[in-house]
């Protein structure tokens, strides 16, 4: 090994790392960016659930149990409805992640000295913020069982039967299997990942070759040119998403309660949407390298702040916005609104508008970065 000639070799590629500023600076600027970002929003302790109260009894009793409920921290209350109907409503919609269910018996039955039963409802698509909430609900049975006892016998603890009795009941995924709050996610991350780098790959080869240009010199008009650049990875996207639907329902055991109709609708908005942002990440750069990076920078905050792999409710407020300007977050949100609660766009359309929007967004902010990239 002739040393001299590898010493001009590695000075030859620190000079031409140099000399491309936008790689480089990709490649300092990114990791300390997703550092501090990651760092901060990845939380794995789940508090403040959204949780509403139908409370029958209305008395100082109830409103006193309500009080323990949201001292634990881990519920954070959105008012009362008017029915038990009304409080499956809410969780269905996603307006609440949890309910507590008070008897209109409550305080008669603690003044009698009978036994007493409290129904809490907990949103289970996410077993990781549910089984917080189901810990925290026991949690409340047990202090209101030592402060009854202690009331009646004068003892922190008494032997006996105990009187108060929370019941917590999971919805739509009762057994909490992690695999189907999982596969929905993952449908939602094989689109948005595979499409996004290869639509950005696929304009920057064209570019690197020169048939982008001859593209430009045809009487296509830009914005016929990003449709069809886009056009054949949607039929691969609805490919991708029938095996994955398919795979997910016969090996995971994962149900599809809703629309299949309403599924493909939302994951053709959602494809289109990730194929519009790889179309800008695509002009906002010039060589494949660039692309590569530039996706992962979209993608790790897809997977990191979405809901896909941790939960929102613990993100800060700061994360959890972030997370609300990626398309992946409000398609998660649908994917397991459908599939796992059966839910139509009657609870979805914010997040189906919301796809739309990104989609038009998306395509529009290409389009018009093409133009004047071009010119």
Do not use: C
Request: glycine share 8%; proline share 5%; aromatic share 8%.
């Amino acid at each position: 090994m002739n040393l001299g000639r590898l010493r001009a070799m590695l000075l030859k590629e620190f000079i031409q790392m140099r000399r491309d500023r936008g790689t480089l600076g990709l490649m300092l600027g990114v990791p300390i960016m997703q550092l501090t970002l990651f760092g901060y929003a990845i939380r794995q302790d789940v508090r403040n659930l959204p949780t509403v109260v139908y409370d029958a009894s209305r008395t100082q009793e109830s409103r006193a149990l309500v009080q323990r409920f949201d001292a634990t921290g881990n519920f954070r209350l959105r008012g009362e409805v008017s029915s038990y109907a009304e409080a499956i409503k809410r969780v269905d919609h996603g307006r609440a992640r949890a309910a507590i269910i008070i008897g209109e018996d409550y305080a008669r039955r603690i003044k009698r000295g009978r036994p007493v039963h409290v129904q809490v409802l907990v949103d289970a698509t996410d077993p990781t913020a549910s089984q917080s909430a189901i810990g925290a609900a026991q949690l409340v049975g047990q202090t209101a069982n030592v402060s009854i006892l202690a009331q009646r016998t004068g003892l922190p603890i008494a032997v006996g039967r105990m009187p108060f009795d929370v019941r917590v009941r999971p919805l739509y995924n009762p057994a909490l299997k992690s695999a189907l709050f999982i596969v929905p996610g993952i449908i939602g991350m094989i689109l948005s990942n595979l499409l996004i780098i290869m639509t950005a790959l696929a304009v920057v080869r064209e570019r690197e070759t020169g048939t982008l240009e001859q593209l430009i010199v045809t009487p296509l008009t830009r914005t016929e040119i990003m449709l069809g650049k886009i056009g054949p990875y949607v039929l691969v996207g609805l490919v991708q998403l029938t095996a994955v639907l398919i795979v997910g329902h016969l090996v995971f055991r994962v149900p599809i309660r809703g629309s299949v109709l309403l599924i493909y609708f939302v994951s053709l908005l959602f494809i289109v949407a990730s194929l519009g942002l790889g179309l800008f990440i695509s002009t906002l750069v010039t060589r494949q390298a660039q692309a590569i990076q530039a996706s992962v920078f979209f993608l790790l905050p897809n997977v990191l702040l979405s809901g896909f792999m941790f939960p929102r409710e613990a993100m800060p407020n700061a994360a959890a916005a972030i997370g609300l300007i990626l398309p992946l977050t409000h398609f998660l949100q649908i994917m397991r609104g459908i599939v796992l609660k059966g839910v139509g766009l009657e609870a979805l359309w914010p997040q189906v508008l919301a796809l739309v929007g990104f989609s038009a967004l998306f395509i529009t902010f290409s389009t018009l970065r093409f133009h004047k990239q071009i010119g």
